[in-house]
């Protein structure tokens, strides 16, 4: 049901995003906050897609199928301009944003501009501060070191040197000119909050936002009773995502005699066939793979009477999964990496652990396993958590104060 705010539909907010060609994690993003503020808080709010195609650029509406092709940056900055007198919009909110002229030109436009962080590509020319070699995160800031490890610890997207260049320069120029224009820097997680301070950022200017959450269809705290209670990972089967690390804790469970478990995978990745193997290779049993599943039949194995698993080494900002298991009243244990674990308090909405130890997922695993209470107190108070700091009327509130604020500011 929307809220009182809708009969005070006076604001026009311009939402600008770059668009890679296919979905990701930040689009994803982009649109749960686009609907929630129109639903739930009463404001005009649009999307467009801003990107680069080689020597031109596109502009695309979000409900457009195909995207304008600009011949120049002016050409797109006349296009944008355009958009923003039919928009009667007030404010800019900026998502992810790879390319310095596009941003700058943005900031010329004369209106307030906002922007959102989803991952670290405001301070890390590879986008992810993740040591891909040494399948750990980067505790380096930015500086001359990004360019030597993109070619020894392989941390970045690409390591042409043209695109590395471009990526470095990137970075620079958000940090040392962009900063200081944005009105406000908004995250998810105390750690990007952390990360944009460290870089910059002043204490003011930084805003950890509310994620909008609505259940996966079918979700509920009933919980299905199985044979054995279900260990669930979801999500991209790599390395990164910790997945060998789970598989090493639930072999240390098997050994200490902990056999009223199973393993479920849920997911595709490049490390599937290295975890069948490994799995077969070990002698596992109960590990089972269901490849790509969809949110109803996510939720319907959330809904077993198990555990949901996040065990990512890469320090992920906030991810979904994880806030999606919790509302279906499964307990969650997640690890410490990045903002993985920040979406619970520990011990008491879910349990976080040190992300490189399968001893210590292992121990934090095996009192949820053998005490059914246990479980379904942590999974409905996860559940609680969710509802009460990310329901959609919660974050739509909070993003109208913001846009209120800056627009009188401005």
Not at 18 to 45: M, T
Not at 63 to 68: A, R
Not at 136 to 162: D, H, I, M
Not at 337 to 355: A, K, Q, V
């Amino acid at each position: 049901m929307a809220s009182v705010a809708t009969q005070h539909k006076y604001m026009n907010i311009l939402r600008i995003h770059f668009s890679p060609g296919s979905k990701n994690g930040a689009e994803y993003d982009v649109a749960k906050v686009n609907r929630v503020v129109r639903e739930f808080g009463g404001v005009d709010d649009r999307i467009c897609n801003l990107f680069r195609q080689e020597k031109k650029y596109g502009f695309q509406r979000h409900n457009e199928s195909l995207p304008l092709i600009c011949s120049s940056l002016a050409v797109l900055r006349e296009t944008l301009e355009s958009e923003i007198v039919r928009s009667s919009s007030e404010l800019i909110h900026l998502h992810s944003m790879p390319y310095h002229e596009i941003t700058r030109m943005i900031l010329g436009m004369g209106l307030p501009v906002i922007r959102t962080s989803h991952e670290p590509m405001l301070t890390c020319p590879g986008w992810s501060r993740f040591l891909l070699k040494d399948n750990a995160p980067c505790t380096k800031e930015f500086g001359p070191g990004c360019l030597v490890n993109a070619y020894t610890k392989c941390c970045q997207q690409s390591r042409l040197p043209w695109n590395l260049y471009d990526s470095y320069r990137n970075v620079g120029r958000e940090i040392r000119e962009f900063f200081p224009q944005y009105k406000r820097l908004i995250v998810n997680s105390n750690y990007l909050a952390e990360t944009l301070l460290v870089h910059g950022a002043r204490l003011e200017q930084v805003v950890v936002a509310p994620s909008p959450q609505y259940a996966l269809p079918g979700g509920a705290l009933r919980r299905t009773p199985s044979e054995r209670i279900p260990i669930i990972f979801a999500g991209r089967v790599s390395r990164p995502k910790g997945v060998l690390v789970l598989l090493e804790a639930y072999r240390i469970l098997l050994a200490a005699k902990c056999s009223n478990c199973s393993l479920e995978i849920i997911g595709e990745g490049s490390e599937l066939d290295e975890l069948r193997r490994l799995t077969a290779h070990q002698g596992l049993k109960h590990v089972n793979f269901h490849g790509w599943v969809d949110r109803k039949a996510l939720s319907e194995m959330f809904g077993r009477d198990g555990i949901a698993v996040t065990p990512s080494v890469y320090p992920d900002h906030f991810p979904n999964v994880v806030a999606e298991a919790m509302l279906c009243g499964v307990p969650v244990v997640a690890s410490n990496s990045g903002g993985t674990s920040e979406w619970f308090e520990h011990g008491i909405s879910g349990i976080s652990y040190d992300y490189k130890s399968p001893d210590e997922l292992a121990k934090v695993l095996r009192p949820l396993l053998e005490d059914q209470q246990l479980r379904l107190q942590l999974g409905a108070a996860g559940r609680e958590h969710i509802r009460l700091h990310h329901s959609p009327e919660k974050t739509a509130s909070f993003y109208r104060a913001l846009y209120e604020e800056v627009i009188s500011e401005h």
